[in-house]
């Protein structure tokens, strides 16, 4: 009960923080087509679209006790470098956590699917708007983040790459998780992180692996070659990797004296995240 207090706090105040540099993008509310998820919410920010182009999909999640409009307001993907190229999808969590994964939480308790719930978003999205189906990818915040890895266990087929904010990935999900398809992952983590600890956690279902045990995971998963160890990306920021920057890569960034946040001194998270993603597409 703490630990999921502790979330919806750092997760409300990371939204009333934030900032607005100026009028965000039109956004749509949406529904999908299958009426399983008839009463999930979400949201696009959509760009002008061009005849005959094909654009990228960014699913964004909140974290615990947050929504999809919160998130979208303080990470800035809307006025991003990419904000004009880029289709934006916001989910709304049907409780105030997401399914990490750990088969513990509250909407495993009450059976919500919403791994479902973010296929169906997919579906309807490919269907509604000229998606490039190699270039779809998800970023997650605190809890967000670890569903984000969870998505990449279970959606592996849908996403050319994933990110986490904020969180590693919880135990029991290592234990089973089976991407059947190559998914590049980048691990942003603060190491003095108190809400979800860089260093991992040891609490029965809830417990988490560290930030550095899971890049470790996705590197062995994949059978990668270890590419980076601790070196400088910033005046405090250090980088491991599996792989290659320009294919399939598992990145960890380490902010060494900074927390639970989405911004950091060294670098633009959402900039950086964006980044990432652009240098990654799904094989055919």
């Known amino acids: 009960m703490l630990h999921s207090l502790l979330l919806m706090i750092y997760t409300l105040a990371a939204m009333m923080t934030a900032c607005e540099d100026g009028p965000l993008k039109p956004v749509y509310p949406e529904t999908v087509a299958d009426s399983t998820f008839a009463d999930r919410t979400y949201i696009t920010s959509v760009p002008m679209l061009r005849d005959g182009k094909k654009y990228p999909l960014v699913f964004v999640f909140h974290g615990a006790g947050g929504n999809g409009a919160g998130i979208r307001s303080f990470s800035g993907f809307d006025k991003s470098t990419w904000g004009d190229s880029c289709i934006f999808v916001y989910p709304d969590a049907k409780v105030e956590n997401w399914d990490e994964g750990c088969r513990c939480n509250k909407p495993y308790r009450l059976g ?86 860089y260093q991992g956690s040891n609490e029965g279902s809830f417990s988490l692996l560290s930030a550095p045990q899971t890049l470790t995971w996705w590197g062995n998963y994949y059978k990668m070659q270890r590419t980076a160890i601790g070196e400088k990306a910033g005046k405090n920021t250090t980088l491991d990797r599996y792989g290659l920057e320009s294919g399939h890569e598992i990145r960890l960034l380490t902010p060494e004296e900074e927390g639970h946040q989405w911004f950091f001194n060294d670098f633009n998270t959402t900039e950086t995240v964006l980044s990432f993603f652009k240098t990654k597409s799904r094989t055919p």
Do not use: W
């Open 112 to 197: 919500i699917d919403d791994i479902g719930f973010i296929d169906a978003i997919y579906k309807t999205m490919i269907d509604k708007y000229p998606v490039n189906t190699r270039r779809v990818y998800a970023v997650g915040f605190s809890q967000g983040g670890l569903f984000a890895h969870h998505v990449a266990c279970r959606l592996s087929h849908r996403f050319a790459a994933v990110a986490s904010v904020a969180s590693s990935m919880n135990q029991p999900l290592s234990t089973y998780g089976a991407p059947e398809e190559k998914t590049s992952v980048l691990i942003i983590h603060g190491k003095n992180d108190g809400v979800l600890p």
